[in-house]
Nanobody, 123 residues
Framework: QVQLVESGGGLVQAGASLRLSCAAS????????MGWFRQSPGKEREFVAA???????YYGDSVKGRFTISRDNAKNTVYLQMNSLKPEDTAVYYC?????????????????WGQGTQVTVSS
């Protein structure tokens, strides 16, 4: 049974940084793509970043140049380093994994999801 547990969210001021972590269990972590999505009230779930099994990365337009996704296969963990945070980054951030090795931006292509972690950026 695949399980994903996010951590690292919190309340910060605009311009600050946060690092989210997502610990995975239940299968061979290194074989599968991982992604980060976010959702704020009244909005659809938005693609943030993805990383493929081979380390290839993809980013949503709104976070390019500010966020960095990475993975540590030895720790079965994926990270999202968020710099220069803005109030519009406020959302619940979800970690997800596919039943495939290549990352994508479509939430429907991800099979397993974590419970989410709240990120709030004050102005």
């Amino acid at each position: 049974q695949v399980q994903l547990v996010e951590s690292g969210g919190g309340l910060v001021q605009a311009g600050a940084s946060l690092r989210l972590s997502c610990a995975a269990s239940g299968r061979t972590f290194s074989r599968y793509a991982m992604g980060w999505f976010r959702q704020s009230p009244g909005k659809e779930r938005e693609f943030v970043a993805a990383i493929s099994w081979n380390g290839g990365t993809y980013y949503g337009d709104s976070v390019k140049g500010r966020f960095t996704i990475s993975r540590d296969n030895a720790k079965n963990t994926v990270y999202l380093q968020m710099n220069s945070l803005k109030p519009e980054d406020t959302a619940v951030y979800y970690c997800a994994t596919r039943d495939a090795g290549l990352g994508t931006s479509a939430p429907s292509t991800y099979a397993y999801w974590g419970q989410g972690t709240q990120v709030t950026v004050s102005s």
